[in-house]
């Protein structure tokens, strides 16, 4: 679930809490216009908890209804982004509540994140309509036109109708490819659940050391003890790739970063444990996060997390190149869990495979689609790290 900027949203999120105190009331806080702002360019995945308790905080104090509609707004967002689609929703409700019916901005960022949760939730029909209904009324939402038509873009083509796809793009107008890259990772589907695999060919093992004999198990790092709030591991059908988004640690750093990695997921977030099962560091040796026999809780859904193992490597690589040792652990890891619980190389997926993130990074990309792919050769002699084009990158 790290993602990258994670450490700018944290800075940002904790600049957001340290000026909520001094809000007047009155008028539009400048500030608060400006950090409302840079959430709604879509970085708000990063850190959703923090997110919502700002936007609550915040909402206490403001009386402008539209500015109370947008913290709402932004506060479903976050519930979407923790996986609560359900209080999610009952929050674009009330913001829509607050939205007076000549309201132009606000009135159409709430229906296209409506139809946007509602598209990645399959509800394809509500969705459509709420855009039809959108266009229906180009006087009331002037500002969203052009978004909610990159919307039936993206959606015309992934019914396969070209003909609508390339009329609506029509009527978008130049800089359409834009418009449509962020209504694309906008609508981009949580994913379907990982298919089980035939067969289990081995059961999970306690000791993580039965997989590789040289991953580290968890007391080597001092793990924190994992909470109660657990879901036992289904059968394993899919593994996820990651990039912790954080600052390349040194040999010496790696057993502090993942306590500070379990500390965010275990502590701040409350989940049971660290998302991730497996942690790389830069040097190639592999960590035992959660214990396999636990679900995980890095892919973004309940249903995407089952029967799904998250492996993280250590680093930001939308910054940095894939270290050789760390690109070898990984395919590694890939082929010995792959072999062991018969999962289909197909089956291990980038986490932007199931939510709009740029994890894990545009340099590790190549390597996981490589491996996806069936192409991961031997280690040795295998470079990485190019930056390569990568369609999903973009947060925004
Ligand atoms: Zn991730």
Redesign the pocket.
Known sequence: ???TRSILLVLLVASLMSCASSRSGRGVDPELREQLDELAAGTIAHDPAGVVEWAEKNRRHVRDPEVRAELDLVRARALDAMDRPLAARAGLAAAWGHVSPEADGVGGAIQIEWADQEYRSGERQKALQRLDDLLDDPGLYRTHQRAALARLVVIAEALGDGDSAEHWRDEIGPGSGRLITKARVALMPAGPPPKAPKSQRGPIPDDPREILDDIQPRNRWRAAQMRSNRDPMTSIGAITV??SAMATPSAGEVTTQLRRIQSLHRDDRGWADVGYHFLIDPQGKIWEGRPLRWQGA?AGSSASNRGNVGVCLLGDFEVTRVPRAQEASLNRLLDALCGRFGVATREVWP?QHYRA?A??GRNLMPTVTEYRAGRAVAVTGTTTGTAQESQRTTED
């Open positions: 679930m790290m993602q990651h990039h890095h986490h993130t994890c894990p």
